[in-house]
């Protein structure tokens, strides 16, 4: 008797990991390049599913996995750490490894610990912060053949200097300064740079005299890509929100509502059900009991 073979659903495609140069091509494209900063294995892994095209394993995770108030705690050793589980939650995406507080402030310390997000975590690039005063050592990241970016306007590391997080480049004078940065990071051979609390018109003329790509935070709609902390745009984090993150999910709210029906419950002895619970053998059950009760008598 012959019988039909069986038709396999096609397997599913593997996600192709974004290259640096097509990174740095969105510039010409136009391609809207999506960045998002996640803390850990899980939220990598929605990170990749979603298809977010760059994983950011940004140093806010010493505030928001860690409980810090800022992120000059965040050290090398954490960094690495979680930047491994985001490289294993999403095998498929673009890691890039921000380099924590005073992890770069001389050119062989940049270099050590750049070379430990790329030799021990995997990551696929770093992210120092600044612009013409850390040139020197950017370009030095580049030359090391260590793919490198960086962030300018609130650079978060310095913002003892600023007094605080507040906007940058309000003032012609002080965007012009920021346009200076732009341009020494791109003198340096980054691939990429990064701009927050900036005006969105400064940071949209700035970007059109770069030639390498500009994400932003807080920076308006006109540079070629935009990044979000994973914890503040699902609403996981809820410490504080910044004028600039749009809630597009409410995961606390969903989460302590779980969380209070699992108490009551437990509380009122309906967790766990039989649905939630392993069986046993009715023959060894008996058996069993019948052995508890001959201990009892021993």
């Not at 140069?21 to 809207?32: A, L, V, Y």
Request: glycine letters at 8%; charged letters at 20%.
């Amino acid at each position: 008797m012959s019988r039909k073979p069986v038709t396999q659903p096609a397997a599913k495609e593997e996600r192709k990991k974004r290259s640096i140069q097509e990174i740095r091509d969105s510039k010409t494209t136009g391609e809207k390049m999506v960045y998002m900063s996640v803390p850990d294995y899980t939220s990598a892994k929605w990170a990749e599913i979603a298809g977010v095209d760059v994983a950011v394993v940004g140093d806010s995770l010493a505030m928001i996995a860690h409980g810090h108030p800022s992120t000059i705690p965040a050290t090398m050793d954490m960094m690495v750490m979680h930047a491994s589980a985001i490289r294993r939650g999403a095998p498929n995406t673009f890691v890039l490894g921000c380099m924590p507080y005073q992890s770069y402030n001389t050119v062989d310390r940049a270099l050590v610990n750049a070379t430990r997000f790329m030799q021990e975590a995997g990551s696929d690039a770093v992210k120092p912060q600044g612009g013409k005063s850390q040139a020197h050592i950017l370009k030095a990241l580049v030359d090391a053949g260590i793919p490198t970016a960086s962030h300018i306007g609130l650079t978060p590391h310095t913002i003892a200097m600023f007094g605080g997080f507040r906007i940058q480049g309000k003032t012609a004078d002080a965007a012009m300064k920021i346009l200076e940065d732009a341009f020494a990071i791109q003198d340096a051979g980054c691939f990429m740079l990064e701009f927050e609390a900036v005006p969105a018109k400064i940071a949209a003329v700035i970007s059109k005299q770069l030639e390498i790509p500009t994400i932003g935070i807080g920076a308006g709609v006109g540079t070629d890509g935009q990044i979000l902390l994973c914890h503040d745009l699902l609403g996981v984090f809820t410490d504080f929100k910044p004028k600039f993150t749009k809630r597009f999910s409410n995961l606390t709210e969903v989460a302590v509502k779980g969380i209070s029906q699992y108490i009551s419950e437990v509380k009122a002895g309906t967790f766990p059900d039989d649905d939630h619970s392993y069986g046993v053998d009715a023959k060894e059950y008996e058996k069993f009991l019948g052995l508890v009760e001959k201990r009892k008598h021993q």
